[in-house]
């Protein structure tokens, strides 16, 4: 799987929109990009994936760049269980059984 | 609710004295898989499982066995754990593995061998 680049550390103000961005300059054609969020003390939790077009779910939107080589985890209303480690993942359509493979994320505070 | 179940949360347990973390999901999810978390190495895959009865090895499965002989569960086996197997573990499952879908983890076992 291709490499993606995180910010280390995002702060937001609780109840405002954060913008968590993932570069992925050498992403191929098949590859799916996935984002995961660890909570403190508990297993990562899937947060959306998308192809091209931007997601939409009710956790969060992805938006994905023209050229795909960089997206944006969009959280519209950031409260303090938002609080974690955000992870940009790239899954290639090939990628079957190989394990996912977890960077060093984003760790997002939020404050109240 | 749809969701992995690990069990226990916490043992601590002794060198050399076999246990085994049970994962139950009820989904019926295909793909399941165990990994590890240990600080500065991130999460890394011990074992995974196709499907029934079809196991094979991940990145660090040594010291570990695992089995599939039903669709819900896959037990982790450390037969003779040692201080090097302390770390927290996660079981995971998908409904098929590759890109289309997203992993269900577990909440974690956080195994401490004295």
């Known amino acids: 799987d291709a490499k993606t680049t995180q910010p280390n550390s995002m702060e937001s103000n609780e109840e405002e929109p954060v913008h968590l961005p993932c570069n992925h300059s050498?992403?191929?054609?098949?590859?799916?990009i996935h984002w995961y969020r660890q909570l403190p003390s508990q297993g990562p939790e899937y947060v959306i994936h998308g192809l091209t077009s931007n997601v939409n779910n009710r956790m969060a939107s992805l938006a994905i760049a023209e050229d795909r080589k960089s997206s944006t985890l969009i959280l519209h209303r950031a409260t303090l269980r938002d609080a974690a480690v955000y992870y940009c993942i790239l899954r290639g359509v090939n990628s079957g059984n190989t394990p996912l493979v977890f960077g060093k994320g984003t760790r997002l505070s939020v404050i109240a | 609710e749809a969701q992995v179940t690990q069990n226990p949360r916490y043992l601590i347990t002794v060198t050399g004295k076999k246990l085994t973390v049970t994962c139950s999901q009820n989904m019926n999810h295909e793909y399941m898989s165990w990994y590890r978390q240990d600080p500065g190495l991130g999460l890394r895959q011990i074992y995974y499982?196709?499907?029934?009865?079809?196991?094979d090895k991940g990145d660090v499965p040594e010291g570990y066995k695992v089995s599939r002989k039903e669709k819900r569960n896959f037990p982790l086996i450390l037969e003779s754990p040692s201080p090097n197997q302390t770390s927290l573990y996660f079981c995971?499952?998908?409904?098929?593995?590759?890109?289309?879908?997203?992993?269900?983890f577990g909440s974690g076992t956080r195994l401490t061998v004295v």
């Open positions: 499982s196709m499907n029934v009865e079809v196991t």
């Open positions: 050498t992403i191929s054609g098949t590859d799916y």
């Open positions: 995971a499952s998908d409904f098929k593995p590759g890109p289309l879908y997203g992993y269900t």
